[in-house]
């Protein structure tokens, strides 16, 4: 099929057909401010929980999206643990002899996204956190329609279950790539215990500042 000068046609994109621009591409920006992009980005992923404030994990910039165990929680509560978010202290806890004494995760990790200008920015900060369940990154609309997208991004993004949002100039977000349902996931090691301590401090600290909805 003919295309228009300066403009090239591919039909690998997610969703079907898509038309790619052959020539410079355009500046990336994001159209809004990260937070509010992960809160509008999280339901659109089946994601249910809190978005928390923005933190560094492992020198990644990652929203955690988060709820509460009530029934943990509770018992936590009764018993006096608090969260906590010691690395050193944590790892013991996978340890044989402390498994069966240590506390159960007080909260469900509904997933880790990542808001970037550029797919190799987001797939740096996440594909470390789908080894441990589902991640996806939000991109501004003008960083997927270029055959770099097409051709590097979206085949790694499904090989590693990444999830993918676009979101255009107006803020307005759309599933572009679903998380994978099968995946190879590495279980609750000390290092995704350690991740849930800190979700569950940080949590907490949104619940007492009043911030969940």
Request: with cysteine; proline share 7%; charged share 20%.
């Amino acid at each position: 099929m003919a295309v228009p000068p300066g403009q090239t046609a591919t039909t690998s994109g997610s969703n079907g057909v898509r038309s790619i621009s052959g020539r410079v591409g355009p500046t990336l920006e994001l159209p809004a401010d990260p937070a509010d992009l992960a809160k509008r980005s999280a339901p659109l992923l089946g994601w249910q929980g809190t978005v928390l404030p923005q933190t560094t994990l492992f020198g990644r910039r990652v929203f955690v999206v988060a709820r509460l165990r009530p029934e943990v929680h509770a018992e936590r509560i009764a018993t006096g643990l608090r969260p906590v978010t010691d690395r050193a202290t944590v790892a013991t806890w996978t340890w044989p002899e402390f498994s069966k004494v240590a506390p159960m995760p007080a909260v469900h990790i509904a997933g880790v996204l990542a808001v970037a200008r550029h797919w190799r920015t987001g797939m740096a900060a996440t594909v470390p956190f789908a080894r441990y369940g589902e991640a996806a990154m939000v991109l501004p609309t003008s960083a997927t329609v270029s055959h770099d997208y097409v051709d590097n991004c979206l085949p790694r993004a499904r090989m590693y279950g990444l999830g993918i949002v676009a979101a255009d100039e107006n803020a307005k977000v759309d599933l572009d790539l679903n998380c994978a349902d099968e995946r190879l996931e590495l279980g609750d090691d000390e290092v995704w215990r350690w991740v849930h301590e800190v979700a569950y401090e940080r949590l907490l600290a949104c619940e007492a500042a009043g911030s969940i909805a």
